[in-house]
Nanobody, 113 residues
């Protein structure tokens, strides 16, 4: 029954910042481990960041120190704050629940001059 929607993507110059938002119904962020993943044509899907049900937080080495994942269970919203963006960060970014879903449709992030 849960529905997920990403937003906040767009075009940003290298070194810039962007905040992605993810809203969900059904108390998804409270009841499940949730993550941000990204997909670029020609590359494998990559798990960028995750908040486990226990509260533990995981970051991919490629974004560690630059990205921050956070959520507000009461407001049913999750964020990915991205800083010092690089061209290699260009991808469609998805939020959802690993292993079970649901997943959103994704939001495009393009890092380029």
């Amino acid at each position: 029954q849960a529905q997920v929607q990403e937003s906040g993507g767009g075009l940003v110059q290298p070194g810039g910042s962007l905040r992605l938002s993810c809203t969900a119904s059904g108390n998804l962020f409270r009841d499940y481990s949730v993550s941000w993943d990204r997909q670029t044509p020609g590359k494998q899907r990559e798990r960028v960041a995750m908040i486990e049900r226990s509260g533990s937080i995981f970051y991919a080495n490629s974004v560690k120190g630059r990205f921050t994942i956070s959520k507000d269970n009461a407001r049913n919203i999750m964020y990915l704050d991205m800083h010092d963006l690089r061209p290699d960060d260009t991808a469609v970014y998805y939020c959802g629940a690993p292993g079970t879903g649901p997943w959103g449709q994704g939001t495009q992030v393009t890092v380029s001059y």
